[in-house]
C-alpha cells in the first residue's frame, strides 16, 4: 500500500499525443476511478503505471520511490484487465499461483498465499476448478485473486466489470470496494460506466484527448464542473450558446437576456444548466430567470419525469421534477413556465 503520484506523465505516438501531461497524486488507500470516453488515454496511463508502457515523458512514483525506469515485476502493482486472462489449461489455484511462481516465490509460500487470496475473494474450495467451470463473475474474483496474490502496492483496474451482466456487476462492484477498504489498497480503476464511477470512487478523473480535465469528489465535478466537456460528461446539463454582455448578463444566441453568476467575463460563453436547478410553473415565481417554454417531449420515469422544452427556435433544455401523486406529465405543444436562480447557469467562455 503506497501513495501513488504520476507528474507530466505523456505518451505519444509519432505526431499523435495518447496522453499529455498528465498530473495525478493519489493518497495511501485511495480508491481512485478514471473516467473519459473512448480512446481518450485511460489505458495507457494505467499500462504506463504498471510498466507495461514506457512513457515518452514524466514520472511515477509509487510509495518513496520512483518507478518510472523500473520493469513491471519490480514495481508491485497489481493489474486486472477486462477480460480476465486466465489460462484455460490451468486449475484456479494454478492460475492464482502463477504469478509467485514467475516472482520465484519460495513453494512453501505459495500455498498459503493462494489459499489467502482465494478466501478474500470467496473463492476458497475452488482451487481444482477449470475456468471453464466457473461464472463469469467467479472468473474475474480470480483474476483478482490472481493480482492480489502478489500483495501489491497498487491495484489497477481496467474495466474490470464490462464482460458481466448488469446484476454479476453490481455484486463484484460491491465485493471490490469491500475488499479494497479491507486491505487499504491504493487502487485506479478505469471504467465507461457513470453510476459505477459515481458510485465506487473516492475521487474521480474525468479525462479527454489525452488530457485530465478536472480531479475531484462526485459533487465537486457534478456541482462544479471544470469545463464544458465535464458539464456535458458527468450527469446531464442543457447548454445555451450566447455570450456575456456585462457582468452577471448573459443573452443567449436567439436574443434572450438572463441573469447569470458575476464571475462571468464578458465575451461568447456558454450557460450550462443542471436539469433538477431548473423549476416549473408556480415554483418559478419570484425566480430572476422566468420564462415561458414549449414541451417538446415528457417521459414518465418512475421516481422523475423527464421534460425536454424549447425556449425558442436555438435554445432547447431538458427539465426534470421529482414525481408525486397526481402529477401528470405535460403534454407536446404545451405552454409552461420555466425559471432558474442566477447561480444556476454554469458559464463557460466559448472554446473552454
Ligand atoms: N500502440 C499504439 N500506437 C498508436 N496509437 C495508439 C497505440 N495504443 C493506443 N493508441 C491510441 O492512443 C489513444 C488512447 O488509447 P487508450 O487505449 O489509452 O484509450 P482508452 O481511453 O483506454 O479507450 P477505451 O475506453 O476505448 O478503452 C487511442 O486513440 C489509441 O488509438
Ligand atoms: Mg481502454
Known sequence: MARLSISHLKKSYGDFIAVDDVDIAI?????????????????????????????????????ERDVTALPPWKRHCGLVFQSYALFPHMTVAQNVAFGLEMHKVPQAERGPRVAE??????????????????????????ALARALAMQPQVLLLDEPLSNLDAKLRLEVRVEIRELQRKLGLTTIMVTHDQEEALTMADRLVVMEKGQ????????????KPADRFVA???????????????????????????????AAK??????????????????????????TAKVEHA???????????????????????????????????????IGWAEDAGLVYPRGA
Do not use: W
Open 232 to 262: 456535458g460528461f458527468i450527469g446531464r446539463s442543457a447548454f445555451l450558446d450566447g455570450e456575456v454582455t456585462a457582468p452577471g448578463r448573459f443573452r443567449t444566441a436567439g436574443g434572450l437576456d438572463m441573469v447569470c453568476a458575476a
Open 266 to 291: 464578458p465575451g461568447p460563453a456558454t450557460l450550462a444548466l443542471r436539469p433538477e436547478r431548473i423549476a416549473v410553473g408556480g415554483e418559478a415565481d419570484g425566480l430572476p430567470n422566468r420564462f
Open 27 to 63: 493518497a495511501d488507500g485511495e480508491f481512485l476511478v478514471l473516467l473519459g470516453p473512448s480512446g481518450c488515454g485511460k489505458t495507457t496511463t494505467l499500462r504506463m503505471i504498471a510498466g507495461f508502457i514506457p512513457p515518452t515523458a514524466g514520472s511515477i512514483t509509487i510509495g
Open 117 to 142: 487470496a482465494l478466501r478474500l475473494v470467496r473463492l476458497t474450495g475452488f482451487d481444482d476448478r477449470y475456468p471453464r467451470q466457473l461464472s463469469g463473475g467467479q472468473q474475474q474474483r480470480v
Open 212 to 223: 485530465v480535465r478536472q480531479v475531484g469528489t462526485q459533487r465537486e465535478l457534478y456541482e
Open 299 to 337: 417521459s414518465y420515469l418512475g421516481a422523475l419525469l423527464d421534460i425536454q422544452v424549447a425556449l425558442d427556435e436555438h435554445d432547447r433544455m431538458l427539465l426534470q421534477i421529482p414525481n408525486r401523486p397526481g402529477l401528470t406529465e405535460p403534454q407536446p405543444d404545451e405552454s409552461i413556465t
